[in-house]
T-cell receptor
Framework: DTGVSQDPRHKITKRGQNVTFRCDPI?????LYWYRQTLGQGPEFLTY????????KSRLLSDRFSAERPKGSFSTLEIQRTEQGDSAMYLC????????????FGPGTRLTVT | GQNIDQPTEMTATEGAIVQINCTYQ??????LFWYQQHAGEAPTFLSY????GLEEKGRFSSFLSRSKGYSYLLLKELQMKDSASYLC?????????FGTGTRLQVFP
């Protein structure tokens, strides 16, 4: 069990550029979540997948954000036309739907938009 | 709406006991998690309560009262490595709704 992995760990980009992050969940987990965390705040839900289906998307997620999980394994989160307000830690978590709601978090991708 | 409240910061002394409170008002409830998060790292699981009462796990215990919308995390025999943020999170349908976190500083 290698845990949840995320790539890259850090990303610095200029305002207006597009960025894409990748998350690899624990292999037997069929649920995958994306959260965003800013300094001094708790993680904020963005979206989640069960297998390849995107089941819920936060109203806070603007049209510039899109997430995919094409084969029900890894997932990508893309942010188009980045803004300075997008600077945050992007956390991925996975879980298995067996009545235990525990989510296992990856190390996160820290995005800085300059 | 969704509202989860916890103190922003707490301090304690090594070897002491500290209680971190969390109150919540959410549209759905499927349990409550406590996570620990060290600066710059991912949250790690501490406890999960879905029924009323106390769950004990080593130095950490967590309590839940669903009728009061209230939980606490109790940390005993504090160690310096317990300096971290402690996140209270309610399970709402299948996603976690987090509080802002409580930053605990343990002093020698």
């Amino acid at each position: 069990d290698t845990g949840v992995s995320q790539d890259p760990r850090h990303k610095i980009t200029k305002r207006g550029q597009n960025v894409t992050f990748r998350c690899d969940p624990i292999s037997e987990h069929n649920r995958l979540y994306w959260y965003r965390q800013t300094l001094g705040q708790g993680p904020e839900f963005l979206t989640y997948f069960q297998n390849e289906a995107q089941l819920e998307k936060s109203r806070l997620l603007s049209d510039r954000f899109s997430a995919e999980r094409p084969k029900g394994s890894f997932s990508t989160l893309e942010i188009q036309r980045t803004e300075q307000g997008d600077s945050a830690m992007y956390l991925c978590a996975s879980s298995t739907r067996t009545g235990n709601y525990e989510q296992y978090f990856g190390p996160g991708t820290r995005l800085t938009v300059t | 709406g969704q509202n989860i409240d916890q103190p922003t910061e707490m301090t304690a002394t090594e070897g002491a006991i500290v209680q971190i409170n969390c109150t919540y008002q959410t549209s759905g409830f499927n349990g409550l998690f406590w996570y620990q998060q060290h600066a710059g790292e991912a949250p790690t699981f501490l406890s999960y309560n879905v029924l009323d009462g106390l769950e004990e796990k080593g130095r950490f215990s967590s309590f839940l009262s669903r009728s009061k919308g209230y939980s606490y995390l109790l940390l005993k025999e504090l160690q310096m490595k317990d300096s971290a943020s402690y996140l209270c999170a309610v399970v709402n349908t299948d996603k976690l709704i987090f509080g802002t976190g409580t930053r605990l500083q343990v002093f020698p």
